[in-house]
């Protein structure tokens, strides 16, 4: 079985910072593709940035020059870095990924359990 766990969500004023992180855990041969999401109350899940397997990242305009997105293939795991945070960033924070199992195996997606981020004074 294949678990993603993201971490670091919380409160923050406007203008803050917080790193949310995501491991990847399980039987895992390679993983391609690793993106974050968010969700707001009332709202459609976003995509806000993803990194592929070579180190290509891509941003939501939203978050652009805000927001970084990283990844450890060795470690399996993702981070994304915010930096000045505003209140129109509260949104639950989903991990997704799309990996292969085995050496032959179909590219399947997994997604976290979501990590709450609120900024707010």
């Known amino acids: 079985q294949v678990q993603l766990v993201e971490s670091g969500g919380g409160l923050v004023q406007p203008g803050g910072s917080l790193r949310l992180s995501c491991a990847a855990s399980?039987?895992?041969?390679?993983?391609?593709?690793m993106r974050w999401y968010r969700q707001a109350p009332g709202k459609q899940r976003e995509l806000v940035a993803s990194?592929?397997?070579?180190?290509?990242?891509n941003y939501s305009d939203s978050v652009k020059g805000r927001f970084t997105i990283s990844r450890d293939n060795a470690k399996n795991t993702v981070d994304l870095q915010m930096n000045s945070l505003k209140p129109e960033d509260t949104a639950v924070y989903y991990c997704?990924?799309?990996?292969?199992?085995?050496?032959?195996?179909?590219?399947?997606?997994?997604w976290g359990q979501g990590t709450q981020v609120t900024v707010s004074s």
């Open positions: 399980g039987r895992i041969f390679s993983i391609n593709t």
């Open positions: 997704n990924s799309d990996l292969r199992r085995t050496a032959w195996g179909p590219l399947t997606d997994y």
């Open positions: 990194i592929r397997s070579g180190g290509n990242t």
